[in-house]
């Protein structure tokens, strides 16, 4: 009979080994999963892959079917939301990405695990979109990256069906106390990536400024465009000048086809203080910048000046697409860097032309001289020379082929005189206006589909005086900006009369024509040029008629 109690006992502690037994096994190959989940976020230092990896572990820890990770940004709201479980196709046909209601929102605003056995069941359930996969149980972690919320990790729909445990809770709040870490590594590697990245294209594009030996402004500022364009992971960069009147222009665009080459930049209270400071800054708002009606396509902005408060500073503006994320504190300050040392580069390429420009006009004064002292002198010499053979030849063939001679010797000390001439008054102008006007279309049209007809008349490269060309190539670059930016027209005729008396430019177009424009800061600078010449400037436009735009300035 007492062998029958003691079998029992026997029996119960033996079951209960086995139980403990169990458990023991259980919590090991629960923290050798959450130690190789730990172990798998340093496999990448990718901040994007770490954050994949966290999710895509969290959910092999617990066994959840979906696992998402919601990034805070600036304004506490969720600006990056990555997930697991959920194909690419059926993302499109959720639609849009949380932004922080229901359940994520009451996590985003008490940071604090929160288990659910039914997720429609809390007070503060908003429900899910269309074509959303259904969810009944939840587990939700913050992550928190040195003591701050960095995001919350959001795990549904335990595989086995049944609730997520403590258990669970525990061991996803332990991988998001590693995932802090490993998120605060891969943010310091990214940041440091970032930063060399901007300091070698810097240097890249100051070694290919400074070795140019021809350079053209237009590639210089395709260069500078370009590499920042790259460097910043942007759809947009540009870059603009001030004009004599200081008013900041686009000089050169690449990327997305949203400025024309030419456009006048509104006045802006952010890229004054850019100007002013020479630090970058970071404009969410496009419109701040480039005015209303870019918001619908362009997202973050970023500011740099090229160069250190100088009359030549430009500007470098780089754009991400609308809904993208804000450029990092990395860029910002690496922009700055960039800026400075492009600028600098810029501003040494422009003096080393003056430089070559003022040896050209040194040199062409001195061969003037030279010509004007020593080779005109010799040939008015041998003209008398010639002459004083007359009374020693009375053959009258004779007198007549020094008469020839003497003749052709005059005309070419005329067209010596002429060339002195223009050697010593031609040398300010680079290149004849025909070709700064072609230069000025083409980048006015860089952009567009169609070409405008062009009509010349007249002595355009000697007519018109070097202050009239000044006022006359913005007024073109104006005037054809506008054609081709708000008209929507497919033709354009743009004509150039020169005479004696004065200069007339003329661009028409078959537009949609306006009544009363928004805008008319353009237009009055262009009649402020036209009365500071004494001349005239008048708009013809009437809706779906088109426009015309007449300006003339005397030549005096």
């Known amino acids: 009979m ?11 502690l033996l079951r209960d080994f086995v139980a403990r037994a169990d458990e023991l096994v259980r919590a090991q190959d629960q923290m050798q999963g959450l130690l190789g989940a730990v172990v798998s976020l340093t496999e990448d230092l990718s901040l994007e892959a770490v954050l994949d990896r966290v999710v895509q572990s969290a959910c092999e820890l617990v066994g959840a079917r979906y696992g998402a990770l919601g990034v805070l940004d600036d304004g506490h709201q969720l600006g990056h ?13 959720i639609g849009e990405l949380p932004t922080g209601r229901g359940v994520l929102g009451h996590l985003i605003n008490q940071p604090e695990a929160l288990r659910l056995d039914d997720l429609g069941a809390h007070r503060m359930a908003s429900g899910f979109p269309p074509n959303h996969p259904d969810m009944k149980t939840f587990l939700g972690v913050p992550v928190r990256v040195r003591g701050a919320v960095f995001g919350n990790l959001y795990l549904t ?46 240097l890249e594009v100051s070694d290919q400024l400074s070795s140019a030996l021809f350079p053209g402004e237009t590639d210089n500022l395709d260069l500078v465009a370009e590499r920042a364009l790259t460097v910043s992971d942007s ?10 009147d200081g008013t900041q222009r686009c000089r050169t665009m690449v990327g997305v086809q949203s400025l024309p080459a030419g456009q006048e930049l509104p006045a802006s209270k952010i890229v004054a203080e850019v100007l002013d400071t020479g630090m970058s800054a970071l404009v969410r708002d496009p419109s701040d910048v480039f005015g209303s009606g870019t918001d619908a396509k362009l997202g973050p902005l970023l500011v740099a000046a090229l160069g250190r408060k100088s009359s030549e500073c430009g500007l470098l503006i780089l754009a991400r697409p609308a809904g993208a994320a804000l450029y990092l504190q990395a860029d910002i300050q690496s922009s700055a860097v960039f800026g400075s040392r492009v600028g600098l580069a810029l501003g040494l390429v422009r003096a080393r032309e003056r430089r070559e420009e003022q040896l050209l006009s040194t040199d062409r004064d001195r061969i003037a001289r030279d010509l004007h ?7 008015f010499g041998a003209g008398l020379s010639m002459q004083s053979l007359r009374r020693y030849i009375p053959d009258p063939v004779a007198q007549d082929r020094i008469s020839a001679v003497t003749a052709e010797l005059d005309s070419t000390i005329h067209e010596l005189r002429d060339t002195i ?3 010593r008054t031609g040398h300010g102008q680079k290149e004849p206006l025909t070709g700064l006007i072609m230069r000025t279309i083409h980048e006015g049209i860089r952009n567009s589909e169609f070409s405008p007809k062009v009509q010349l008349t007249g002595p355009v490269d000697e007519a018109v005086p070097d202050a009239v060309v000044e006022q006359l190539l913005p007024v073109l670059s104006e005037g054809l900006s506008n054609a081709v930016r708000h008209s929507g027209a497919d033709e354009i005729d743009i004509s150039l009369t020169a005479g004696t008396d004065g200069v007339e430019l003329r661009i028409a177009d078959n537009g949609c024509g306006f009544e009363n424009p928004l805008r008319i800061s353009g237009i009055a600078n262009m009649k402020h040029r036209a009365v500071a010449l004494g001349g005239e400037c008048s708009i013809k436009s009437s809706p779906g008629r088109g426009t015309r735009l007449t300006w003339s300035a005397p030549s005096r």
């Open 81 to 93: 939301f990555i997930t697991v479980g959920i194909d690419d196709d059926g993302i499109r046909l």
């Open 157 to 202: 729909e335990k595989l086995d069906g049944g609730p997520f445990t403590e258990e669970d809770q525990e061991l996803a709040s332990a991988l998001a106390s590693a995932a802090g870490v490993a998120i605060e590594n891969a943010r310091l590697y990214e940041d440091t990536r970032r930063r060399q990245r901007w300091l070698e294209a810097g």
């Open 421 to 423: 001439y223009s050697m």
């Open 2 to 12: 007492w062998r029958e109690p003691i079998r029992r006992r026997t029996e119960d």
């Open 235 to 244: 759809i947009l960069a540009v870059v603009a000048y001030p004009d004599a």
């Open 373 to 379: 002292d020593l080779v005109i002198q010799r040939l």
